[in-house]
Every structure is written in structure tokens, then in C-alpha cells.
């Protein structure tokens, strides 16, 4: 088996805006969900926000510098809605745009291709204020803004991903309430999941309309679920509602036009009105490529005991009744995060998303990272633990591609160490250490071990 990347392989790093860019109050920039979330007591650790972040906005020549040296081939960055139109109506702030002409020109002048992604996660907190993602509203105005990006920018970008991780938005945003905007509301929840993947497909639209030739995909976070007894039926049905809940969802609509129905019979009454006449032509949509966030995966060991607590809330509208930790044969095997370390899920995955979608053109990693207590010593940051994850996780990618599955590029995530969500400053996700006083950026031993991946596109 060659260890070798196929000829072609699209190295490259992520990044997202409300994470890096800070400049929250610059040039016309409007407020995000994010902005407002991030500056409520308690929502965030540390009361971090991203006013400053890593202040990418005025530092991106720096950051595309350290690209260029690392040999990545392409960058994908998130484009923030507010500074483009800072209400989220049709009223344009022109320096947005100019910055981000900026960026994507200086990109393409150091031979990186440029990949968009129109929304993550920042939401202009206008339109949240007229419901957010709940409100269906929103799905046309998602359209008008894809449709001024094309415009704007398509003559130079070839890839655009519509959404990140829509599930995140949904359920993380307005279930548990753990990412902005905070809501706490089942129903909430159902109506995002379903007007993102409405969204997902009005956007692709209006963004062929402009630019037919270009590549539109979306990126979906998903994972694997061990089940330790299949026996068990309350434990199967579970681990089948949360596969349609968290990897199903939004491939089969825009496959098929329809949801997973063991979860629409589970939402039951919550469904309300979302779902219109019309809505499964509405949600068909070519998708030239699918973007894969993989950070680990999942488990389902036992039903709780009776004498045991369900755990109420969450992601699914009814009491969860399963003991969902990692076996303890992984539980020193843990990120920062508390996530259990799993690389040969990764290459599992991406051969499952062959095996049950066929149809989809090819895969993108768009996401793949972890995070560590980095320690600066003399300067250096010898990220051992990063650089491990990394490269295992990078060797059952390559297995599973000389397998058949069709995967054409890998994001690492991410570029910098950033704001991350409600953990703030707290954990660091980078390839590169940014110290958030001065904004020095030091590449770390993970970004030295990918550049060399890079070089020989493989091990």
C-alpha cells in the first residue's frame, strides 16, 4: 500500500472569522450573534470575546506568509456576514468587501487557492432578533447574501462551502443553548436544522446563477458510534436516532429531499408548521463535494440502570437513557477537550459516507484538529501530543483513500490558536502559537511535521 497523498491532494489549513479577525468594531463591521453571546456573564470561560481574537484582520499578510512557508496549497476561511452587511438586509458596507478582496487577492498572489465558507456561525444579530435560524425568513436572506459574495468574489474563488456544521447552529445554538444565540427549545432547534438545510440548498442556487462553473459543497461535522451491545434494542434505537440526529440529517435532504423519518416520528408534535408543501423539491440540491469536520468518535455502552438518572436536554427532544462515556480502555486517550482520541475513525468514516452516499462527487476534510496544554519552552512549542494526533489521523485518511474513498483534500485545524467558542482563550486548537497580548505567532512542532507531510505528500 503506497503511503503516498494521490497526485493533486489539497493541502491546506482553516480558519474562521469570528475566531481570528478580531477588528469586532471596524470599518462598518456590524453586531454577530457572537459579539452579543460572548459579552454575556457566564456564557463564555473567562468572559473571553473576540473583539481582538488573533487580529487577523490587520495581520493577514503575516498569516498567509506562514502559509506559504508551511507549502499549504489552499486556505479556508469564513467570510463574516455582518461586515458585509452589517443589519443582515441588502444594505452593503463596501469596506467589507474590500478587505476581503484584499485577502483573496493576496492569497492567489502567494499561490494559495482560496475556499469560502459563507457562515460560520456569526449571524448578524439583527436577523436574530427577527428569529435567527428559526425564523424562515432567513433562508432568503441567506440566498441574497451568497449571491452578493458570488458576485463579489466568484471570479477568483472556485470552492464555496454554503454552511459549517449546520448541526452546531441548530443544536448547540438553540437546544442547549451552549453557542450563541443561547436559546434553550426543542422546537427552536428542529426549525434551524431545517431551514439551514433550505438554506443550504438556496444558496447553492444562487450561487450557480452567478458563477455556473464553480464547486459549491457543505460542511457537516459527523462522527462514528461504537456500540458495545448491539443486544441491547433501547441502546440501538438511540444510536440510530443519533446517526440520523448528527450524520443523516442534512445529506439526505439534499439527496433525497426528505429527513431520516425515525427522527421525524421521534420530533413528533415539535415539528410544528416548519415543514411547507413543497419543501422536499426545495431541498434538493446538486452538492459538488461534501466537507468533513472530524475531530473523534462516539460512543454507546450500556443503558443506564433503572436506579440511574436519565440525562435530560441535549440534542434530541426525550431523556437519553445510555451511558455514552468512552470505554475505559481510552479514558487517558483525552484531548483538552475531553474528547477521546480515535484516528482510524477518521478513515472509517469517509469510507461509511462513500458507502451509504455514492452519489456525492468527492470529500473534503475541512476540519481536523485537537487541542493540548501547549508549553512555550526557549521559544519552542514541542507539541508532541498535537503533532501524534495529527499524523495518525493523517495515515488512516491516506489507508482509507488507497481503499476507494474519494477524498481530494485536508484542512488541518487550525492555522492559529483563536477564540474557541464558549472555552474562549482557554484551549488551543493551532499548528501555530499566538500570544494574545502581543499577537506573535510561533509555529509549533505540529506545523513543522505537517510541512513536511506537506513536502512529500505523505510519510
Known sequence: MSVKFPEGFLWGTATASYQIEGAFDVDGRGVSIWDTFSKTPGKVVNGDTGDNACDHYNRFD??????????????????????????????????????????????????????????HWDLPQTLEDQGGWANREIVEKFAHYAQACAEAFGDRINSWITLNEPWCVSWLGYSNGVHA??????????????????????????????????????????????????????????????????????????????????????YGDLKKDFFKPGDAELLKVQTDFLGVNYYSDGFIRSALPEDKP????????????????????????????????????????????????????????????????????DGEINDTER??????????????IAEGAPVKGYFAWSLLDNFEWAEGYNKRFGLVHVDYTTFKRT?????KTYQDIIFKNGF
Not at 478513515?347 to 462527487?361: A, E, Q, S, T, Y
Not at 503533532?387 to 482509507?400: E, G, I, M, P
Open 181 to 266: 444565540p443561547g436559546k434553550k427549545d426543542f422546537s427552536l432547534a428542529i426549525a434551524s436544522a431545517h431551514h439551514t438545510a433550505l438554506a443550504h440548498a438556496a444558496a447553492s442556487r444562487a450561487i450557480k446563477k452567478v458563477c455556473p462553473n464553480v464547486e459549491v459543497g457543505l460542511t457537516l461535522n459527523m462522527s462514528n458510534t461504537h456500540i458495545e451491545n448491539p443486544e441491547d434494542a433501547e441502546v440501538m434505537e438511540l444510536a440510530a436516532l443519533g446517526d440520523s440526529n448528527l450524520n443523516r440529517w442534512w445529506i439526505d435532504a439534499f439527496s433525497t429531499g426528505h429527513y431520516p423519518q425515525n427522527l421525524l416520528d421521534a
Open 443 to 447: 509555529p509549533k512542532l505540529s506545523a
Open 62 to 119: 503575516e498569516d498567509i506568509a506562514i502559509m506559504k512557508e508551511l507549502g499549504v496549497k489552499a486556505y479556508r476561511f469564513s467570510i463574516a456576514w455582518p461586515r458585509l452587511f452589517p443589519q443582515g438586509d441588502s444594505v452593503r458596507e463596501e469596506r467589507g468587501f474590500d478587505f476581503y478582496n484584499r485577502l483573496i487577492n493576496a492569497l492567489i498572489a502567494a499561490d494559495i487557492e482560496p475556499m469560502v465558507t459563507l457562515y
Open 310 to 377: 436519565a440525562i435530560e436536554g441535549g440534542f434530541m427532544p426525550f431523556p437519553q437513557r445510555a451511558n455514552m462515556a468512552p470505554p475505559p480502555s481510552l479514558a487517558n486517550s483525552l484531548t483538552a477537550m475531553g474528547w477521546v482520541v480515535t484516528p482510524e475513525g477518521l478513515g472509517n468514516l469517509v469510507k461509511k459516507i462513500h458507502r451509504d452516499w455514492p452519489h456525492i462527487p468527492y470529500i473534503v476534510i475541512t476540519e481536523n484538529g485537537s487541542s493540548y496544554e501547549d508549553v512555550v519552552v
Open 387 to 400: 503533532t501524534s494526533y495529527l499524523v495518525r489521523h493523517l495515515q488512516s485518511l491516506q489507508s482509507a
